[in-house]
């Protein structure tokens, strides 16, 4: 499974972005997806996680109301609709999966990953 992540871009606070991480490998639609950033000097974070039906997700604390996942199946993609973004959401955002269905929020827990988008969110 190869990840291909794409949306990021500079936005003021407040405006909305739709991140989208595109896979190749039919097994894809399988396994679970999360989303996760990485702010400049802070370590790695987790922020959504789906099943691969669709019908379970996770958030953090952080972007819950703000944020969702979502998958396409059918495109093999998954999606971060980004609502009322903050400059602290300002990050490298990085898609991953996982090679099973359950969802977790753990990145030591994703077996494949993406090459990041930079989200840069100004006040």
């Known amino acids: 499974v190869q990840l291909q992540a794409s949306g990021g871009g500079l936005v003021q606070a407040g405006a909305s972005l739709r991140l989208s991480c595109a896979a190749s490998?039919?097994?894809?639609?399988?396994?679970?997806s999360g989303w996760f950033r990485r702010a400049p000097g802070k370590e790695r974070e987790f922020v959504a996680t789906?099943?691969?039906?669709?019908?379970?997700?996770y958030y953090a604390d952080s972007v819950k109301v703000r944020f969702t996942i979502s998958r396409d199946t059918a495109k093999n993609t998954v999606y971060l609709q980004m609502n009322s973004l903050k400059p602290e959401d300002t990050a490298v955002y990085y898609c991953?999966?996982?090679?099973?269905?359950?969802?977790?929020?753990?990145?030591?827990?994703?077996?494949?990953w993406g090459q990041g988008t930079l989200v840069t969110v100004s006040s």
């Open positions: 490998g039919r097994a894809f639609s399988r396994y679970a």
């Open positions: 991953a999966a996982r090679n099973t269905d359950i969802i977790d929020s753990r990145p030591s827990h994703y077996y494949y």
């Open positions: 789906i099943n691969w039906s669709g019908d379970i997700t």
